[in-house]
């Protein structure tokens, strides 16, 4: 596996694209099992599922880094919380970007 820097930045269409590789994904979480596994949907909107130890209490906006284990999952290594700092609006802006005419930057 390329466990290199940097990480691309991935969402849920990208990441089959990327699997064995290191890579960085903004999701909002809907929800934990506590034992490691969150759900969250990415800035396109699918379902991601991110495997590792997060952090508690986890915030709704999650920047996860790792490597791609599967075409839906991030074995993360590092996690950061946007807390309230990253609000919808802001996510929105950051999935325009990610999906729209900027994503040739986030690839």
């Not at 759900?39 to 379902?47: F, L, V």
């Not at 508690?56 to 906006?61: E, G, K, V």
């Amino acid at each position: 596996m390329d466990t290199s820097s940097p990480a691309v930045l991935v969402n849920g269409e990208l990441l089959p694209m990327h699997v064995g590789k290191r890579v960085r994904a903004v999701i909002q979480v809907l929800r934990s099992d506590g034992s490691g596994t969150v759900t969250g949907k990415s800035t396109d909107g699918q379902q991601i599922f991110v495997k590792g130890h997060p952090p508690a209490p986890l915030s709704t906006f999650v920047e996860v880094i790792g490597i791609a284990d599967s075409n839906q999952s991030v074995r993360a290594d590092i996690w950061t919380n946007f807390g309230d700092v990253f609000d919808t609006q802001g996510y929105n802006h950051i999935c325009q970007l990610a999906n729209g005419e900027y994503k040739h930057l986030f690839i």
